[in-house]
């Protein structure tokens, strides 16, 4: 209620108190607009921000220990966390992610990211369209309700493979948690959290590499 500057009950027409996930930094629940839309609320925990600080620094400290008992430095290690966590605790950032992903496969409608509710979004809470998908790991499921599980591990293949080596952008956090089965054979993707944008030089050596390995070529791969 701080965040949003209103009621909960002036915002949601329902939403339930038990959350139906959980994570490191943030809890998600289900509800429902005044609208009739469904949507999944996801909430910092309170005080994350500092604990995210606190952290980072004892991560410099051990690092920097570390690499003097190695022999060689762990900074570009703590470097890429240090500009890459505290935008995990920006759910506005998250929602930027999430709405240049859906805009870069918007071609695709094999895949599907959720559409953020912006007008109810802020830094600690991100509201967006709730999906109802199955785990990709749960293969029973899968066949259950009548979907492809090898299908559906072609999507998925086949958007990792665009994001990293044609487009450059990608969700960087796809455990099970976070990509589901539709019907009809398509992915849900979701929690753009952590994404990644790589430079077009390195975007290009990665395509490079990937080809090179998948055709044999030694001398490719070297290069």
Known sequence: ERALGRSITDVFAELDPEPVGAASLAQVYRGRLGDGRCVAVKVLY???????????????????????????????????????????????????????MAAQLRDEPRVVIPRVVREHTRRQVLVMDWIEGIKVTDVAGLHAAGIDAQVI?????????????????????PHPGNLFALPGNRLAIVDFGLTKRLSEEFRQALAKVARATYTHDTAGIVD
């Open 153 to 173: 591990a072609d999507v998925l293949s086949d958007s990792y493979c665009r994001q990293m080596l044609v487009e450059g952008f990608f969700h960087a956090d």
């Open 46 to 100: 309170p005080g994350i921000e500092r604990l995210v600080r606190t952290d980072l620094r004892l991560l410099r400290i051990l690092l920097w220990l570390d690499g003097l008992y190695l022999g060689y430095s762990l900074r570009p290690i703590y470097d890429e966390l240090a500009r890459n966590v505290p935008l995990e605790i920006d759910l506005v950032h998250e929602a930027q992610a999430m709405e240049q």
